[in-house]
C-alpha cells in the first residue's frame, strides 16, 4: 500500500465554484503534511502547509484529521489559474533528516 | 535568485548507455533531493544528501544507480547502463535546512527516455 492515496481525478469544475480534494496516508507517526501544486509539465511547488487546528491561504483551506489519517484542501472561488495537479505530501517523521512522501496526485481542470 | 538548476533539460538514449543528470542547488541550502516521477508510480524519492552527506538511499532502484555531491553547490545522479524502464522525468529539489518543515525548491527536471 503507498504511504499516501489520492483521488486521481480529473476535477472538472467551472470558474467560481469551490472543489475540495481529499487524501489518506498511512504512517500514524507523520508528522508534517503539506499540498503542493504541479502544472502540467512543470515542477512541483509547495502550495502550503498543513496544520493540526487547519489553516487557511486566501482561498484555500487546508484540514488534517490525525485520528482518521486524512488531510483535505478546499478551494473556494476557483480560478482558471488554479488548473494543476495538487500532490498531497506527508513527512515520515517530524523533525530533522525525515523524507517526504508524494501523492500521485488530483488532476483539476477549472473551465470557463 | 537563481532556483535550483538541472542538466540537461531532456536527454534521449539508447538502452545500455550511461546517463549522467546534474543539479546545482540553490546557494546557501544544505538539503538536495533527486526524485523521479512516472504516471505509474508518481513522484518518489531516490536519494537525499544533506551538507554533502547521503542520508537516506532507500529509494535507489538498483545499483544501476548512483548519486555524489562532491560539493555544496553541485550533484550528479548516474544511471549505467540506462534501461527503458528508466525511462521518467528526474527532478532535483534543495531545501535551506533539513528540518522536515522546510520548503523543497525543485528544478525543471530532466526527461530522460531511455529507447
Known amino acids: 500500500r503507498k504511504e499516501v492515496e489520492q483521488d486521481p481525478g480529473p476535477f472538472n469544475v467551472p470558474e467560481g465554484a469551490t472543489v475540495a480534494f481529499n487524501c489518506t496516508y498511512s504512517?500514524?507517526?507523520?508528522?508534517?503534511f503539506f499540498w503542493y501544486r504541479q502544472d502540467c509539465r512543470k515542477e512541483p511547488k509547495l502550495l502550503m502547509s498543513?496544520?493540526?487546528s487547519g489553516n487557511e491561504d486566501g482561498r484555500f483551506t487546508a484540514q488534517l484529521n490525525r485520528a482518521s489519517q486524512y488531510i483535505s484542501l478546499l478551494i473556494r472561488d476557483s480560478k482558471l489559474s488554479d488548473s494543476a495537479t495538487y500532490l498531497c505530501v506527508v513527512s515520515d517523521r517530524g523533525s530533522t533528516l525525515g523524507r517526504l512522501y508524494f501523492g500521485r496526485g488530483t488532476q483539476l481542470t477549472v473551465w470557463p | 535568485d537563481a532556483g535550483v538548476i538541472q542538466s540537461p533539460r531532456h536527454e534521449v538514449t539508447e538502452m545500455g548507455q550511461e546517463v549522467t543528470l546534474r543539479c546545482k542547488p540553490i546557494s546557501g541550502h544544505n538539503s538536495l533531493f533527486w526524485y523521479r516521477q512516472t504516471m505509474m508510480r508518481g513522484l518518489e524519492l531516490l536519494i537525499y544528501?544533506?551538507?554533502?552527506?547521503?542520508?537516506?538511499d532507500s529509494g535507489m532502484p538498483e545499483d544501476r544507480f548512483s548519486a555524489k555531491m562532491p560539493n555544496a553547490s553541485f550533484s550528479t545522479l548516474k544511471i549505467q547502463p540506462s534501461e527503458p524502464r528508466d525511462s521518467a522525468v528526474y527532478f532535483c529539489a534543495s531545501s535551506r535546512t533539513s528540518v522536515i518543515q522546510e520548503t523543497q525548491y525543485f528544478g525543471p527536471g530532466t526527461r530522460l527516455l531511455v529507447l
Open positions: 498543513v496544520y493540526s
Open positions: 544528501f544533506n551538507n554533502n552527506v547521503p542520508i537516506d
Open positions: 504512517n500514524s507517526a507523520s508528522q508534517s
